[in-house]
């Protein structure tokens, strides 16, 4: 084992044949870029839980009429909705966003489900 060890020749470490980083840096023109400004987003921009939010209420308005007679369900959402702002105006501890969602959620489910039991009587007579 010591004979391979002895007729290996020994480790060298060659000089690099690049520049060394500190060179190059020199060698840079760098240019500097003021932050980008950042806009606000547009008014009409949909985010993920926009989104979200109006297939859920989407899906639950045209449900609900599964679930029960349309009429009936149409005037349960309409009485929540109703009952369900009286509270929000009275307690007026939500935080906005919440209100907003809440209320577009219920008024997404209403609408629909009115469009649903129309398209019903309409189609279905």
């Not at 290996?8 to 980008?36: G, H, I, K, M, Y």
């Amino acid at each position: 084992m010591t004979d391979d060890a002895e007729n290996q020749p020994e480790f060298t470490v060659e000089t690099p044949s690049c520049p060394s980083a500190a060179d190059w840096q020199r060698t840079q023109n760098r240019v500097e870029l003021p932050p980008p400004e950042i806009q606000p987003p547009d008014r009409w921009q949909f985010g993920m839980r926009d989104m979200f939010l109006t297939t859920a209420a989407i899906a639950v308005g045209l449900a609900g009429g599964n679930w029960m007679s349309a009429e009936v369900f149409v005037g349960v959402i309409g009485g929540t909705l109703i009952f369900g702002f009286l509270i929000a105006m009275v307690l007026e501890r939500l935080d906005a966003d919440v209100q907003r969602y809440l209320g577009i959620g219920f008024l997404i489910v209403y609408l629909t489900a009115i469009v649903s039991l129309v398209a019903r009587k309409l189609l279905l007579g």
